[in-house]
């Protein structure tokens, strides 16, 4: 979101933008297909196309061009081998391909349309190709392609929308570190809480979403399906496994439970006896988060991060 919303500013600005674009990569190239950057003629910059001595050698490239008033698109192949045609000057392997992208007022429709898009969790399509830059909304995914016929016969197509969706039930310090950290992970956050005027709720400017609502119904507001997280961190016991047992048989691409082994270790046992399977409490991930020995919010957070993100990559 950030990203786009640099961009509109600066070109509300009047300002000419390059976009850089990783269109394409083979091997362990730095820059991945999808891998964006903004540079302005003010000098400003935001994002990252791979790092290394190749970045920085093609924003001082991007700065001749805006000097020199230059709006041509073209492409430019990068191989990560050392000194040798179309070398980056990186040996890491690997090669990618970036797209020299100039930008200016023309296009902010565009851009408004596709902040637009994320902001009400929507979906759309950004389109560049050699001659133009395009944003289009959708009733539904598509596949994202990249095709390269020559320099000047090339298009590339990126879903637009947040894919993943993280669903937060509870609030609290944890709540709102988690909320912090995912919504800067491209997640679209949503927070519920049954308790009003607490304070790590209301002043949560990092969800997308915050919703006052009674636990005895939650399974009402959580879409089903692979795209959907689930990080139970109620402020007690009885709300955690309230919430557990109104969702623990709908299909969520992952469950999990905050709180200490042993009081995990009672909800299962409490859980068992109510008459739940053994697989269906495997299936939750309690305690939440990797093992790292977290101890404040934030460590917390970054130890839900690491475990939904193991999870959310094995399948790529």
């Known amino acids: 979101m950030k990203f786009w919303q640099h961009l509109l500013s600066k070109l509300q600005e009047g300002q000419q933008v390059y976009l850089l674009t990783v269109i394409d990569n083979i091997g362990s190239s730095p820059g991945r297909e999808g891998f964006k950057m903004l540079v302005s003629e003010d000098g400003f910059i935001f994002g990252s196309i791979g790092g290394g ?35 980056s000057g990186m040996i890491c392997s690997g090669e990618q391909t970036v797209v020299f ?16 898009c994320l902001e009400n969790n929507n979906k759309g399509i950004v389109r560049l190709t050699s001659n133009s830059f395009e944003f289009f909304l959708l009733k539904e ?92 961190m109620t402020n007690k016991y009885t709300d955690d496994k309230l919430v557990l047992t109104k969702i623990i048989k709908n299909n969520y691409k992952f469950i999990g439970v905050l709180g200490s082994k042993s009081k995990i270790k009672t909800m299962n046992e409490v859980l068992l006896k109510d008459g739940f399977s053994k697989s269906e409490i495997d299936n939750v991930h309690a305690p939440i988060g990797l093992s790292i020995t977290s101890q404040t919010p934030d460590e917390i957070a970054i130890s839900i991060a690491a475990q939904i993100i193991q999870i959310k990559n094995k399948t790529k």
Not at 149 to 160: A, L
Request: overall charge positive; aromatic content about 10%.
């Open 141 to 232: 995914n598509k596949t994202s392609k990249a095709k390269i016929n020559s320099s000047k016969d090339w298009i590339y197509e990126e879903n637009i929308g947040h894919k993943d969706t993280l669903y937060i039930i509870g609030g609290g310090h944890v709540g709102l570190a988690t909320s912090k950290l995912f919504n800067s992970l491209g997640f679209y956050v949503v927070v519920f809480d049954d308790r009003e005027n607490v304070n790590t709720f209301e002043s949560n400017v990092y969800a997308h979403k915050k919703s006052l609502i009674s636990y005895d119904d939650i399974e009402k507001y959580i879409k089903q399906g692979g795209s959907s997280y689930v990080a139970i």
């Open 101 to 116: 992208h100039p930008l200016n007022s023309d296009v902010i429709s565009d851009v408004k349309n596709l902040i637009k």
């Open 53 to 87: 001595v190749m970045e920085c050698a093609l924003v001082e490239k991007v700065k001749e061009l805006l000097k020199k008033e230059e709006t041509s698109i073209f492409l430019k192949r990068q191989i990560h081998k050392g000194k040798i045609k179309d070398g």
